[in-house]
């Protein structure tokens, strides 16, 4: 049995990744898959690749692209979920903040630095025509950590998928003011080079695996249901998700990575862009 490790986030769009490892479809492959729920998200995982503590990340696209051209020796090997990530900007409920307007110059909640909560401010800012040189951060860690900096006013609006947020807003702890989708393609799977280069066969059968799934994961009888039970969700609101998201089973297309440096580039996020074939591989 091949041990290999994955990590990604503890949401919705991650259930299939649960579902094969339950059903042992990775384990008849003599693959034992092991999951870690990383609360974190995405600067997170961007560290544990880089140290060698997981082998694979279902992750953000914009953080895993920009760790990658910061150094980060791994790669993206295909996309996940194809349809934007839909962002929340989220007030505490009893905040004086009412619009997206008035969040300006205000401080922002982020999980990390570099994580999606991080990069995804400048794409709001650049969206709302905002100096991003005045963007001010209070780094929380966790949605929970949102929740008590928001709440105690050490931060005043906080970005997260919108979702897996709604819970919060329904109980009246949050308040949503705004979306900000993403302009690309949300989540990939990225993979540590050391690895791919040792186990090209090992990663073709889990992303075969998890592929096979994915085309099919809306047909199966009471999804919605099942992700409304585990995710503590509303089952309207899990099946408005699903009608927006859409998993995919293909790589990273060239003009696509071009889209998102070139953006991120603009925001300074990034200062130098890498090449396609240092950014992407094809198992």
């Not at 544990?48 to 696209?61: F, K, N, Q, S, Y």
């Not at 186990?199 to 695996?209: D, G, R």
């Not at 408005?240 to 925001?267: A, C």
Request: hydrophobic letters at 40%; charged letters at 25%; a negative charge.
């Amino acid at each position: 049995m091949k041990t290999v490790k994955i990590a990604g986030v503890p949401e919705h769009f991650n259930l299939p990744w649960q579902m094969c490892i339950e059903n042992g479809e990775f384990s008849a492959l003599g693959i034992d898959l092991q999951w870690t729920d990383i609360p974190e998200g995405t600067g997170k995982m961007c560290q544990m690749l880089r140290e060698g503590e997981t082998d694979i990340a279902v992750i953000l696209t914009e953080g895993i692209v920009k760790d990658i051209v910061a150094g980060n020796d791994c790669s993206i090997v295909q996309v996940y979920v194809e349809s934007p990530l839909i962002w929340g900007i989220h007030v505490a409920a009893n905040s004086k903040y009412n619009s997206l307007a008035d969040l300006e110059n205000t401080k922002v909640a982020i999980s990390r630095l570099g994580s999606g909560s991080h990069l995804m401010a400048y794409v709001n800012a650049k969206n709302q025509n905002w100096n991003t040189e005045k963007l001010q951060f209070e780094i929380v860690n966790t949605i929970d950590g949102a929740v008590e900096a928001l709440t105690n006013g050490s931060a005043d609006y906080f970005m997260w998928e919108r979702f897996m947020t709604k819970p919060l807003v329904d109980k009246g702890i949050f308040r949503r003011v705004a979306d900000c989708p993403t302009p690309w393609p949300c989540f990939v799977i990225a993979v540590r080079n050391q690895f791919l280069e040792a186990n090209k066969q090992t990663m073709a059968l889990i992303l075969e695996t998890i592929n096979n799934t994915t085309i099919e994961f809306k047909d199966i009888p009471s999804i919605d249901r099942t992700l409304a039970s585990k995710y503590h969700q509303k089952t309207e609101d899990i099946r408005e998700w699903l009608s927006l998201t859409k998993w995919s089973q293909k790589p990273l297309e060239e003009k696509v990575l071009n889209n998102i440096q070139n953006q991120l580039f603009d925001l300074k996020i990034i200062d130098k862009k890498g090449t396609f074939a240092e950014i992407v591989k094809v198992v």
